[in-house]
């Protein structure tokens, strides 16, 4: 707010100079060849995420807050085309109070199915929800993130990689409610990594092709919550999937799932591995 400008870069630094602020974005595409970088106090807003598009163009480019920024908020936005393949199209570090809302993402992955929509890392107090994602390698990287998170509401299809993805080695995903989200026709895992303290209700995990694996893939961590969600299978002949796999990951409550298959050639297991789990 405050002036009207052509490049997306200087308007967010106009509006870091003023203290924080809203940068409202019209109608049209926008071809971004340099990165972006969003900070304390921002709303980066379009008018509608249908119409208001960030071309990353097949490039590496992303939107990327400053480290350690404090309430920053991103709403009604495409971003498209992403093939950063370490920090993906919108890269949260640090940040405490963030925001990313009713935004869409389109293929941001690289051919080799690596990249992310969303990769937050050391990150607290997140809301990701009513977001829809085509084609991502990842949608969400939640690595290293602490205090109460919430990813609620979001749709994701046809992901290549997993689709919410915490990790291996820190508590990824820890103390994050994720709840109804829906992953629809994903080609491997649903959920992997190391989650500790997570709660995951009300999520659907629709697999429309065969796929051999496991939907769900907790690897290490523990004292998570998975109660009401569906994990279904529907199409295809051949493959098999693993409902859950648990690994190392100790202490969980896991109970009222729904498993449902309509393969003629599919092994359904619940629950496999693990250890202290109620």
């Keep these: 707010t405050g002036g ?14 003023l203290g924080g602020g809203q940068v409202l974005i019209t109608p049209g595409t926008y071809t971004i ?5 969003i900070y304390s106090d921002t709303v980066l807003e379009g008018i509608g995420a249908r119409d208001c598009i960030i071309n990353f163009n097949s490039g590496t480019n992303n939107l990327t807050s400053a480290t350690n920024a404090r309430f920053i908020s991103i709403k009604n936005l495409s ?10 199209a919108i890269y949260f570090n640090g940040v405490l109070h963030g925001r990313i809302e009713d935004c869409m993402f389109g293929t941001n992955a690289t051919a080799g199915s690596a990249g992310y929509d969303i990769y937050t890392n050391n990150c607290g107090n997140l809301v990701i929800e009513n977001c829809i994602s085509k084609s991502p390698a990842t949608f969400l ?3 290293s993130n602490v205090n109460i998170n919430m990813v609620n509401n979001n749709y994701i299809s046809d992901s ?3 689709t919410i993805y915490g990790g291996t ?10 709840e109804a989200n829906f992953i629809f026709n994903p080609r491997t895992y649903s959920i992997f990594g190391r989650f500790v303290s997570a709660s995951f209700s009300n999520n659907v995990m629709s697999y429309q092709v065969a796929v051999s694996g496991t939907a769900v893939r907790f690897n290490g961590g523990g004292d998570n919550v998975f109660i009401g969600n569906e994990i279904e299978t529907l199409g295809g002949t051949l493959g ?18 729904l498993i449902t298959t309509s393969r003629a050639n599919s092994s359904q297991i619940l629950i496999e591995g693990g250890t202290t789990t109620t």
Excluded: H, K, P, W
Aim: glycine share 8%; aromatic share 10%.
């Design 240 to 257: 098999s999937i693993s409902a859950m796999a648990l690994g190392t990951s100790v202490s969980n409550r896991i109970c009222n799932n």
């Design 169 to 178: 080695t820190n508590s990824g995903g820890g103390q994050t409610r994720y």
């Design 4 to 17: 009207a400008f052509t490049d997306l870069q200087d308007a967010l630094d106009y509006v870091n100079r």
């Design 160 to 162: 290549t990689n997993y």
């Design 33 to 37: 060849s340099e990165n972006l970088t």
């Design 141 to 143: 990287f939640m690595d």
């Design 79 to 88: 971003f498209n085309n992403c093939q950063n393949a370490t920090n993906g």
